[in-house]
């Protein structure tokens, strides 16, 4: 069984469209964390929640927004989507507490914003 | 502000010579530390961690890592390569907060020569 699963693997879409994508961690984790990787293959973190509850938001646009449904799963959804946008987005999740870094990520989400 | 350097983005190996990949950090504090690899088209898996205690700690798949305090670094190491370790490899640091906020180093890309 996959830990962390992540839909879709691949996603084109053009300008102004609004996507999303799901992620799900079968490892009964307590946080869960978005990461955006540029193609100069740099990470940042956007988002993390703890047990469905917000607790790191980055600097990133409104035009992304993450939900919760419950503590084994979270998903992006982005509006408004520009060229910026385009990257892997990689999703992971961890037990809670500094010594815990994220575990396991997902094969992450190539999007491309034509 | 914290941050992790890789001053490396690009290093060539024979397989079976040794190899060291640099990491060095600025973080006022006591840093917990992490050195992940990300194999192409996938995600990033947990290579090994420093929390305290013993500076020079045994990860997965024959890697080791060692703190040096005096020299802000975290260099990673393995006496003897093999073609399937080509990747890359990424350097990274918790922040202070409680929460698990890793900043990531910008990457080594490590090519393998048979």
């Known amino acids: 069984d996959t830990a962390v699963s992540q839909t879709p693997k691949y996603l084109v879409t053009q300008m102004g469209n609004d996507k999303s994508i799901k992620c799900e961690q079968n490892l009964g984790h307590d946080t869960m964390y978005w990461y955006k990787q540029d193609s100069k293959k740099f990470l940042k973190i956007m988002f993390s929640?703890?047990?469905?509850?917000?607790?790191i938001n980055e600097t990133v646009p409104n035009r992304f927004s993450p939900k919760s449904p419950d503590k084994a799963h979270l998903n992006l959804h982005i509006n408004s989507l520009e060229l910026g946008d385009s990257a892997v987005y990689f999703c992971?999740?961890?037990?809670?507490?500094?010594?815990?870094?994220?575990?396991?990520f997902g094969n992450g989400t190539r999007l491309t914003v034509t | 502000a914290q941050s992790v350097t890789q001053p490396d983005i690009h290093i060539t190996v024979s397989e079976g010579a040794s190899l060291e990949l640099r990491c060095n950090y600025s973080?006022?504090?006591?840093?917990?530390l992490f050195w992940y690899v990300q194999s192409p088209g996938q995600g990033l898996q947990l290579l090994l961690k420093?929390?305290?205690?013993?500076?020079l700690v045994q990860g997965i798949k024959g890697f080791e890592a060692e703190f040096k305090r005096s020299q802000s670094s975290f260099n990673l190491r393995k006496p003897s390569v093999h073609w399937s370790d080509a990747a890359e490899y990424f350097c990274a640091v918790v922040i202070s907060g409680g929460y698990n906020k890793l900043i990531f180093g910008a990457g080594t890309r490590l090519a393998v020569h048979p």
């Open positions: 992971a999740s961890s037990q809670v507490g500094r010594e815990n870094p994220p575990l396991h």
């Open positions: 973080y006022g504090a006591t840093p917990y």
């Open positions: 420093y929390f305290s205690g013993d500076t």
């Open positions: 929640y703890n047990n469905k509850e917000l607790i």
